[in-house]
């Protein structure tokens, strides 16, 4: 039982040295993250519906 007590303290003690962001960077790279997904969803949607067009046109 002392392993996991001692590795919860080590692993409190890490965390102490984490830089975390505020939450205006939060906030920032959430809707970064969002826009991106957004527009890689758009991105595949066109090419998809493209592909699908030329394959009807084919079968």
């Known amino acids: ?3 996991i007590t001692e ?3 080590e692993t409190r003690g890490e965390l102490r040295h ?3 962001p505020t939450r205006k960077q939060a906030s920032v ?3 970064l993250v969002v826009a991106v997904s957004l ?3 758009a991105y595949l ?3 998809d519906y493209l592909f699908s067009l030329i394959l009807r ?3």
């Open 1 to 3: 039982m002392s392993r």
């Open 39 to 41: 527009i890689t969803a």
């Open 18 to 20: 984490v830089n975390w």
């Open 29 to 31: 790279f959430t809707a």
């Open 45 to 47: 949607g066109v090419f």
């Open 57 to 59: 046109q084919i079968f």
């Open 7 to 9: 590795y919860l303290k």
